[in-house]
């Protein structure tokens, strides 16, 4: 989590994924199309503002998800005065209604390259019965930028069998769930500004 918005942090925690990131820059080029009395239609191009954007796939972990979840969501209230902790996750509507902002790294194993200021834009949480406990999100950012190879060390928790899940409909256990996806997304867009913004 980034403490100014937009300012890349070196990682603390390190995400198992189960699939690639599909981590890339965009950049807009802007095209010179001003007519000279040519038949010429483009007299020259340069870059204009660039993004990122990847997706974080895995197993839900406990020590993870929440970041994922603060992301899309923007609120999160944690009680308790030592482990366990509880968090609770909700809609940010007061303040500017914006999430927190979080840095991520990705060591593609030739370089590591940062993306700051991402916000997630969607998380789709997913259970099957005979299955793990999955999640995907998708993430807009600045662009990135190479950075010096972090050392990882992984969480301990396991991701969570669904088996163990218990559903109840109306305060009655059922046992007819075997399925479910549940998708929450928001709007997220680049505003860029002059002086680099």
């Known amino acids: 989590k980034e403490t100014t918005p937009g300012t890349g942090v070196v990682p603390t925690k390190y995400i198992p994924i189960t699939d690639e990131l599909g981590a890339m820059d965009n950049l807009n080029y802007l095209h010179d ?3 000279r009395g040519s ?3 483009s007299y020259g191009v340069q870059p ?3 993004s990122g954007e990847f997706e974080v796939n895995g197993n839900v972990d406990l020590d993870n998800i929440g970041f994922m979840l603060a992301s899309v969501l923007g609120d999160v209230t944690t009680t308790g005065a030592g482990a366990p902790f509880t968090h609770t996750f909700a809609v940010k509507n007061n303040t500017d209604g ?6 991520f790294t990705d060591f593609n194993g030739v370089e590591p390259r940062r993306y700051a200021g991402a916000k997630s834009e ?5 259970f099957n019965a005979e299955g793990l406990f999955e999640y995907e999100s998708s993430w807009l950012s600045y662009a990135s930028a190479v950075v010096a ?5 992984y969480s301990t928790y396991i991701p969570i069998a669904n088996y163990k899940a ?4 109306a305060g009655s256990p059922s046992l007819i769930v075997q399925e479910g996806e549940l998708t929450i997304s928001r709007d997220v867009d680049l505003l ?3 002086n680099a913004g």
């Open 48 to 50: 204009g503002p660039k």
């Open 192 to 194: 860029h500004t002059l």
């Open 33 to 35: 199309e001003g007519m």
């Open 166 to 169: 218990a559903v109840t409909i």
């Open 149 to 153: 190879e972090p050392t990882p060390a």
């Open 98 to 103: 914006q999430p927190p902002s979080y840095s």
């Open 39 to 41: 038949m010429v239609t």
């Open 122 to 126: 969607e998380l789709s949480l997913k």
